[in-house]
């Protein structure tokens, strides 16, 4: 595993939410398992919603990891910049496959589609979303709306408060459209959804991350406190999917993202003090392309003819596989690709200097 990745995918920092991504990533495929079983396969017991809480982790690390990001930045500019290629090149790059499929297949592709897959708002949804190319591209287009969000606020704040910054008006707004937003165009309800929650709580989480880690005994006794409310809120049929619905969806964002916010925080504390195995954080590395590859790796195994527990096995097994296959053959090469021309624009230095300067401060 060592020799596959290279030591150069292991970050020298945060490896231990490098390691919660794979954890959080794990948990997304325990959800999407139940795609590969037919309907009398399904067991009684199996609640493959409750898995979907591996989501609201991720927006909790994006959430610190992006505040971090942009402290870090030279600029607004360049913050937004450096997200994009890092984040589109790999999801376009999987979207032309289901672009393929739905050509071959004779299926028609919808404006508001396209709008989604691209631009990301869903400026021409009412009522319902309409899910981009990629069946899990709706995630992306969250995160593109916070890292926007994020540079648009450093163009107003210094960079150390954007994330704080963001965090706020992520939650005042989410607020305002959970108590008193009533109209049927959703775009409100995008902007300011109950993930925002989860996004402002990782952004919090950074700046009060001092505190947290002195105080860290107080997370534990949340734990199951929050964990019986995961289970409650599922068990009363919350949603998993929290596009458009307003207090239950938020309901729900505070509760499972409030689990998420603790496991997070623990994991951060942990940074450091523990140990991880490096093939667990070398797939936390790799988490981005493993779950873009899942709705592939779905189909494959549903396909197959043999138990329903062999094919969630091989969903799981696929979906690692060639998760890090294809961040070694295609995300990472990308990556470096995309850096190194980031290095070699000369106009990129003036550029991000005079990003700084409107911020006021280069902190």
Not at 9 to 36: C, D, I, N, W, Y
């Amino acid at each position: 595993m060592k020799i596959f990745f290279s030591d150069a995918t292991r970050a020298p920092r945060l490896e231990s939410l490098q390691a919660l991504r794979f954890l959080a990533a794990f948990l997304v495929m325990g959800a999407h398992a139940k795609l590969v079983l037919r309907d009398d396969e399904l067991p009684k017991a199996w609640d493959a919603a409750i898995f979907s809480c591996g989501v609201d982790v991720f927006f909790v690390i994006s959430g610190f990891v992006i505040a971090m990001s942009a402290t870090r930045a030279t600029g607004a500019g360049s913050f937004l910049l450096d997200r994009a290629v890092r984040v589109l090149p790999l999801y376009f790059l999987v979207s032309s496959l289901f672009v393929a499929k739905r050509f071959f297949e004779g299926e028609e592709i919808g404006a508001a589609t396209w709008v989604n897959s691209v631009l990301f708002l869903p400026a021409l949804d009412v009522g319902t979303y309409t899910n981009p190319l990629h069946p899990y591209g709706w995630t992306i287009a969250y995160e593109m709306w916070f890292y926007a969000l994020v540079a648009a606020l450093m163009l107003g704040v210094t960079k150390a408060r954007a994330g704080l910054a963001c965090a706020g008006l992520l939650a005042g707004g989410g607020a305002v459209v959970a108590l008193g937003y009533d109209a049927p165009w959703l775009l409100p309800r995008f902007l300011f959804s109950p993930l925002g929650w989860e996004f402002a709580a990782g952004c919090a989480l950074f700046a009060f991350r001092d505190t947290v880690t002195r105080r860290a005994n107080v997370l534990w006794p949340l734990l199951p406190v929050f964990g019986a409310g995961v289970w409650f809120t599922n068990y009363l049929g919350y949603p998993g999917e929290v596009i458009g619905h307003t207090f239950t969806g938020f309901a729900r964002a505070f509760i499972w993202g409030g689990l998420a916010t603790c496991v997070v925080a623990l994991f951060v504390v942990a940074e450091g003090k523990v140990r991880w195995p490096a093939w667990l954080v070398a797939l936390g590395t790799a988490s981005y392309s493993i779950y873009l590859i899942q709705p592939v790796t779905v189909r494959l195994a549903a396909g197959l003819d043999c138990g329903p527990a062999a094919r969630v096995g091989v969903f799981m097994a696929l979906s690692v596989a060639l998760g890090a296959l294809m961040y070694v053959c295609v995300e990472k090469p990308i990556a470096g690709a995309a850096k190194a021309w980031r290095r070699s624009r000369p106009a990129d230095g003036a550029t991000a200097a005079k990003g700084a300067g409107l911020q006021g401060s280069a902190a």
